[in-house]
């Protein structure tokens, strides 16, 4: 296998897990942030900006659910770049990075952000699943790395 598909597939798997965190803690916690609310918001926006009926019910659902996989799978692959050494320190700091932003951007390009940032419990949660996102990331690249 080589480098890129090592990385992407390493940022598919941090995606994956990010999106089983989030999915999970939703149905135990009332706190837990509903990242997937924001998403749905923008994906119905940015569909409708762009002149199409945007997807409703489970289409949407799976739309966002796609776009999610797929744009942090992509993030997460970054973490691959560079040497070995440090990779679940990157993908830590990465995580935390985009976990930030996820608090930020979504004003910033106006969504309600109210379902990520209902308690202080909620923001830690918000940037804390990415984190560990992007350390499983991290974790998967340098386990392929040593098998290659």
């Known amino acids: 296998m080589n ?6 597939l390493g940022g598919l798997i941090g995606a994956v897990i990010l999106n089983v965190i989030h999915s999970v803690a939703k149905r135990f ?27 409703k019910g489970n289409a949407l659902v799976a739309a966002t659910f ?9 993030l997460y692959t970054m973490i691959g770049y560079g040497g070995d050494k440090h990779i679940v320190l990157r993908g830590a700091l990465l995580g935390t990075v985009v976990g930030l932003a996820t608090l930020t951007i979504p004003k910033q390009v106006g969504l309600d952000t109210e379902p990520i940032k209902k308690t202080e419990r909620t923001k830690i949660m918000t940037v804390a699943w990415y984190v560990i996102g992007g350390m499983a990331a991290g974790l998967a690249i340098k386990a392929m790395r040593r098998h290659h």
Request: proline share 7%.
């Open 29 to 55: 916690d009332t706190e837990a942030p509903a990242i997937d609310e924001v998403g749905e918001e923008a994906m119905k926006k940015t569909v409708s900006a762009a002149g199409f009926e945007p997807p």
């Open 3 to 8: 480098v890129f598909n090592r990385n992407m």
């Open 66 to 74: 796609g776009a999610d996989v797929a744009s942090n799978a992509m």
